[in-house]
């Protein structure tokens, strides 16, 4: 019996726009021009796309999608829970399902928003005006408690308490993506390095979160195309296999992003329970890491709850450079990451890994085989491991 | 449209009417299952320890420590600016290990804060009318 979705999808193209403050354009026109430009890599035309996946916080209808692009049918369309943070894996996943189980023959995966710009999304930054708050907000927007920044400075201080893990542990980190990002022209921080003694200057947003622990905020459009193994042999570029893949949920948050750091298991240890296994590799396997950079502290606990190293060991693991391109040995989000690069929920990394794989990255690691690529931690979220084929 | 002056009202979802109501008498409850006698926080239809759908408001004592917090510096509300920098915490309450709420913590400087600090509840006013468990230090 089949159990996993090992070996059974390929991502052959990758595309996006130019991530910026202010894109001058729709979402709709940023989300074709990724997808175009996605088809394009793989050689592939309207004709062959047949499936769209995309984020529930995106606004574009694959409908219209299809329209613009002039796909002429669609088998399948789907969006991902709390995408949000849960989609960029989350979505390739629902692709590669699709594809593996014939219901598609190549899907497009996306994400485009004019986040920072506030043109068509709003600044998830902010905090709503509306007079009164329902839901799970009315326990928590009459205290101040808007901004996934202030719910993770939380989970934060609860870790520093536990584990005795400093800011300056957090910095390791945005430090590494950075320094990626100024390898990448397309990286919003290109040309703006950053060193710990920045980032440990940087202004306090929610203590204790720096500035520089918190993602940019993006205008663009990034997308991916997946198929099966036997249509990627015949494109345009080298294949990259998914060689295992899940998502993990569970109940033991009382929010999206309001993290209980106290939780034995979270939803990145409900995937790590099964996705080496899946994909037959140990973490040592490991390449190149692509772990969802919302924000700094979330990425040293994935570290963890992946089991790249204990629960409460991020903050030796991070020291010393092992995230950093060319010497470290686990490179991080190799451009630049939503911390450096551009924030598309994530996107941009699916895009850095498969580049990775084929060889086409700018910070490339030399002869990079595996890739683990993660949506965000502290909602539920998905996880994936990508493979280099030939 | 006018910017708020003050951070949202609650609006009761179903299952928590009672709790709101209570706080405007001053008291501070939580659902408490009959069968196993244990706390859930947020308000919900199940004991999500049992199966138990008998939960039954009961009040806490409104004492509890610290488990976690953060002073926002940074106004991402237009309330807010006049407000930072103010405190939001986590408190576990002494009923149950592990039920924690979120509020804010008031009358203590920030360099005072430690995780495991005694406090105890007392009641904000929101400007709607409604009170809003908040807590303070136990001296």
């Known amino acids: 019996m089949i159990r996993t979705i090992r070996d059974q999808a390929c991502i052959v193209g990758v595309g996006h726009t130019e991530y910026s403050s202010d894109s001058g354009r729709s979402e709709m026109k940023l989300a074709c021009e990724a997808i175009r430009a996605a088809m394009d890599d793989a050689g592939l035309g309207p004709e062959d796309i047949d499936g769209i996946a995309k984020y529930t916080m995106d606004n574009n209808d694959p409908v219209l999608i299809a329209k613009n692009l002039r796909l002429p049918r669609l088998n399948f369309a789907a969006e991902v829970s709390y995408g949000g943070g849960g989609g960029p894996v989350g979505t390739v996943l629902l692709a590669a399902m699709a594809v593996a189980t014939g219901q598609a023959q190549a899907v497009a995966a996306f994400r485009a928003m004019n986040e920072r710009s506030g043109r068509g999304t709003p600044r998830y930054g902010q905090g709503s005006t509306e007079p009164g708050a329902g839901g799970v907000q009315s326990y928590h927007a009459p205290y101040g408690l808007f901004s996934p920044a202030q719910m993770v400075a939380l989970a934060a201080h609860r870790h520093m308490h536990l584990y005795g893990t400093e800011s300056i542990h957090f910095g390791e980190i945005a430090v590494a993506c950075r320094h990626h990002a100024n390898h990448n022209p397309d990286a919003t921080m290109y040309g703006c390095p950053m060193s710990l003694d920045d980032h440990q200057s940087s202004r306090m947003i929610s203590t204790p979160l720096h500035l520089f622990d918190c993602c940019l905020e993006s205008d663009g459009g990034a997308a991916v195309i997946v198929t099966t193994p036997e249509r990627a042999r015949d494109l345009r570029q080298r294949p990259v296999t998914i060689a295992a893949g899940g998502m993990g949920i569970g109940a033991w948050n009382d929010r999206s992003v309001l993290k209980n750091v106290d939780a034995p298991e979270t939803e990145s240890t409900v995937i790590a329970r099964h996705v080496f296994e899946d994909a037959g590799i140990g973490h040592d396997d490991i390449d190149v890491l692509f772990l969802y950079d919302h924000f700094t502290p979330l990425v040293l606990m994935a570290l963890e709850e992946y089991g790249f190293c204990r629960r409460g060991e991020g903050k030796d693991f991070v020291t010393g450079g092992r995230l950093q391109w060319p010497d470290g040995e686990l490179p991080l989000n190799t451009s630049g990451g939503n911390l450096s690069e551009g924030y598309l929920h994530g996107m941009q990394n699916n895009i850095e890994a498969v580049r990775q794989l084929r060889g086409q990255s700018r910070c490339q690691v030399e002869g990079a085989e595996y890739a683990f690529v993660a949506s965000g931690n502290a909602v539920p979220t998905t996880a994936m491991i990508l493979r280099r084929d030939g | ?139």
């Open chain 2, 1 to 139: 449209m006018n910017k708020p002056t003050e951070f949202p009202y609650p609006i009761p979802e179903f299952a928590a009417e009672y709790y709101w109501e209570a706080c405007n008498r001053g008291e501070f409850p939580m659902q408490r299952c009959t069968a196993c006698a244990r706390y859930r926080w947020m308000p919900g239809a199940l004991c999500p320890y049992c199966d138990s759908a008998d939960l039954e408001w009961t009040p806490l004592s409104g004492r509890g420590t610290v488990s976690t917090w953060t002073v926002v510096t940074h106004a991402v509300h237009p309330a807010a600016v006049a407000r930072v920098p103010y405190i939001i915490a986590e408190v576990e309450l002494e009923e149950q290990p592990g039920l924690r709420v979120i509020s804010n913590l008031v009358k203590i400087d920030p360099e005072e804060i430690t995780i495991g600090l005694p406090v105890e509840v007392e009641f904000r006013e929101h400007s709607s009318g409604q009170k809003l468990p908040v807590f303070k230090p136990r001296r």
